[in-house]
């Protein structure tokens, strides 16, 4: 083998080499690369895993507010349910005893009967404490007199003459009406209203004679 010969038989051989070892780095990289990839996919799918876990969180806590929100609505609507019937059976007995202190003739007790006076002072106080059993539990009276009919408020039963007042306006009450919580019509008002004048809320226009 000439000298030339084996010249080039060295160069073929590092030229393998480094061919081997550019092989070998860019395996080295296609597997860096790879691992890296599948180091990132991993990654993805534990994000996927935490934001699939972190909806459900939030769902579950909306639903769980939800739920509490109306349990809390249904609470508190049976607890109005059962005062609004327990108050209901509570209202004739406040009527009677209206009736009753009503009933004793003025002269009765202008004489300042002792059996009279006692009578009145204890039906007073019954009707005082009931009253504020009633109020703790925040049912009120609906004010009636001097105002205009509402149908939601109020039930007529009587209609009376009187062209002076705006229609419609209530002049005595023949029985009390209650609200339940502020916002609820326990009982109707029973009321007596006037007819024959203006409708509220249309001016007095003077009537002018055309025929003379």
């Keep these: 083998m000439t000298k ?9 051989e590092l030229k393998e080499e480094a061919a081997e070892v ?22 993805a799918q534990m994000q996927a895993e935490i934001d699939k876990y972190k909806d459900l969180y939030l769902r579950s806590q909306a639903e769980m ?9 249904e609470l508190e609507k049976r607890s109005k349910f059962a005062i609004s019937t327990f108050a209901q059976d509570l209202l004739p007995v406040n009527d009677n005893l209206t009736r009753a202190m009503a009933s ?3 002269s ?4 300042q009967n002792e059996l009279v006076k006692n009578l009145l002072v204890g039906l007073e106080l019954t ?56 916002d609820r019509v326990l009982r109707e008002a029973v009321v007596i209203v006037t007819r024959g004048g203006p409708h509220p809320g ?11």
Excluded: C
Aim: charge should be negative.
């Design 4 to 12: 030339h010969h084996k010249h080039d038989e060295e160069i073929k």
């Design 22 to 43: 550019q092989q070998e780095s860019q395996d080295s990289a296609d597997t860096a690369q790879e691992a890296e990839n599948a180091q990132a996919e991993k990654i």
């Design 65 to 73: 507010e939800n739920l509490r929100r109306r349990t809390q609505q």
């Design 104 to 106: 004793i003739p003025e």
């Design 108 to 111: 009765e007790k202008e004489n």
């Design 127 to 182: 009707q005082k404490d009931l009253n504020s059993a009633l109020q703790k539990n925040n049912i009120t009276e609906i004010e009636s007199v001097g105002r205009i009919f509402d149908p939601n408020l109020h039930k007529v039963v009587q209609e009376v003459e009187d062209p002076t007042q705006p229609a419609g306006t209530i002049i005595q009450e023949w029985q009390k009406g209650y609200m339940i919580g502020g």
């Design 202 to 212: 249309q001016e007095n226009v003077e009537h002018i004679d055309t025929t003379v």
